[in-house]
């Protein structure tokens, strides 16, 4: 019989290798994308960028309905079989995948030509957005293929591979935008060059697809509810994250939400970043509930929780305390009275990242209809305040519209895990973290009110972001982070 504490110790190093190069991946992509961004916004009239995107907005919107949570589903269901040693099933649930990503590739071209009808002939400005979402278009129906190989290679602890595709999606996006805007300042070559890198991005990752053909698929039931579930959750925050800027785009004007695509694309950077250390969390938990090792399972969730709130943390303290300074300075002047939207963006974003990866524990321990139930609820409170307050207040209206439906999702989340599972991240651990994070945006704003200098400014924010929650994280450790932290400074001794 396989050690407890062994079993454990694989699962934990696959969660921090996994984390480790999520981090790399986003250093390298966002050295990459954050500058490619502010070039498009300085390049582009408004207009252009605006058009951009609403196009992307639509089509974020369908590759969340095309992948349909295969990816999640798949990486849930091999886990499971790798945790009860069941090679044949593996191989039948990779069988499955595989009939499930055609069935939804078809479904998903057949969306594409109703969605793009309906921009044509209903949206304001739709015959110049219809062009830009043509060209996206095969970026949602290869994507499918591309979700179930992701899940693959996650629970098969194939991190490289899965980082990597993202690396060079954002190499050869640069590089076609490099090209594009050699020829034209028109957002149309944008889109190919995006779509072209994506499709490279999806080769990258192709090992992910192999399956075994003599064993015979699994009937859907199992597979399509797991799915269904991880696609209400993914249409869910989509709808959160995308909405405020399409409604903007079709129902207020093409130039707003130009204006705030950026201010969008900056919040979203600290969610993603956030999300990094539990990347690879699902297949461990996953594992942990198998074992029924609740420790692992609580132990690891403070870490991750802890680890996003850490790295997140210096793009929180900006946005809240000096976001004028910030936005004028990356993008220009006409970007600087975005103070208000940008507050409310990032507290709505704050709660999310100080909950930790609810949503993917509430997935691991088969809690599918909550699971669904929260999705559900948050995907109308986004619609409803989409449709009510973007008209009325535009910008701030857009960002009030994302923060309550992530305000609402994890306060259901974290309620629910608690009530039915009581797990919850160490609450004293997390919550010095927390304060550490408050005292920063206070100093910063202390700085900002007695310095004239931009750069000075942005700079002490981004650095006390970090510098300050980094002492308290370092004094307050957990004991899996003392561990990692002891192994790896001793190998790098040892180097």
């Known amino acids: 019989m396989t050690d407890q504490n062994e079993i454990r110790q694989a699962s934990k190093n696959d969660v921090v290798k996994g984390a480790f190069f999520a981090v790399i991946r986003f250093l390298l992509t966002s050295a990459l994308g954050i500058p490619t961004t502010i070039a498009l916004v300085r390049l582009l009239e408004p207009a252009q960028f605006g058009y951009w995107v609403v196009a992307t907005a639509i089509t974020g919107l369908l590759t969340?309905?095309?992948?349909?949570?295969?990816?999640?589903?798949?990486?849930?269901?091999?886990?499971?079989?790798?945790?009860?040693?069941?090679?044949?099933?593996?191989?039948?649930?990779?069988?499955?995948?595989?009939?499930?990503?055609?069935?939804?590739?078809?479904?998903?071209?057949?969306?594409?030509?109703?969605?793009?009808?309906?921009?044509?002939?209903?949206?304001?400005?739709?015959?110049?957005v219809v062009i830009l979402f043509a060209v996206l278009a095969p970026y949602v129906i290869f994507n499918p293929f591309y979700h179930i190989a992701i899940g693959t290679l996650v629970a098969n602890a194939k991190p490289k591979k899965v980082e990597g595709s993202y690396v060079v999606g954002s190499v050869a996006f640069l590089i076609?935008?490099?090209?594009?805007?050699?020829?034209?300042?028109?957002?149309?070559?944008?889109?190919?060059?995006?779509?072209i890198s994506t499709l490279l991005s999806y080769l990258f990752v192709i090992e992910g697809l192999k399956f075994d053909k003599r064993v015979s698929p699994l009937k859907m039931k199992e597979f399509v509810s797991n799915s269904f579930s991880a696609l209400v959750n993914s249409l869910g925050f989509s709808t959160i994250n995308r909405l405020d800027v399409l409604v903007l785009g079709t129902a207020v004007s093409v130039t707003d939400s130009g204006?705030?695509?950026?201010?969008?694309?900056?919040?979203?950077?600290?969610?993603?970043?956030?999300?990094?250390?539990a990347s690879y969390y699902l297949p461990s938990a996953v594992k942990s509930i198998v074992e029924n090792d609740r420790k692992a399972v609580l132990d690891l969730y403070t870490t991750v929780t802890r680890a996003g709130i850490l790295l997140a943390g210096p793009v929180m303290v900006v946005l809240i305390a000096i976001p004028n300074q910030v936005l004028s300075l990356a993008f220009g002047a006409r970007y600087a009275h975005l103070t208000l939207p940008a507050r409310i963006l990032a507290i709505g974003i704050a709660c999310q990242i100080i909950s930790g990866p609810n949503g993917t524990l509430l997935f691991a321990f088969n809690k599918l209809r909550l699971f669904a139930i929260r999705s559900v609820v948050t995907f109308f409170i986004s619609v409803a305040a989409c449709v009510v307050l973007v008209p009325i207040f535009k910008l701030p209206g857009a960002a009030f519209a994302t923060a309550v439906p992530l305000i609402v999702s994890n306060l259901i989340s974290s309620i629910a895990l608690y009530a039915s599972e009581k797990i919850y991240p160490n609450l004293i651990k997390t919550g010095l973290l927390l304060f550490a994070l408050l005292a920063s945006v206070a100093i910063v704003a202390v700085v900002a009110a007695h310095s004239a200098s931009k750069p000075f400014v942005v700079t002490c924010g981004f650095a006390l972001g970090f510098a300050i929650p980094l002492g308290v994280y370092l004094a307050t450790l957990t004991e899996s982070e003392s561990q990692f932290i002891s192994r790896y400074a001793s190998r790098l001794k040892t180097k």
């Open 176 to 195: 076609g935008i490099g090209i594009a805007l050699a020829f034209s300042r028109e957002a149309v070559w944008i889109a190919l060059a995006r779509s």
């Open 259 to 277: 204006l705030y695509g950026p201010l969008s694309s900056l919040a979203t950077v600290a969610q993603n970043v956030a999300a990094l250390p």
């Open 64 to 128: 969340s309905l095309a992948g349909s949570g295969l990816g999640s589903a798949t990486s849930k269901l091999i886990s499971q079989e790798k945790a009860s040693g069941n090679k044949e099933g593996e191989a039948r649930i990779a069988r499955t995948a595989h009939k499930a990503a055609w069935l939804v590739a078809i479904f998903a071209s057949f969306i594409v030509i109703v969605v793009g009808f309906f921009i044509f002939y209903f949206a304001k400005s739709g015959s110049q």
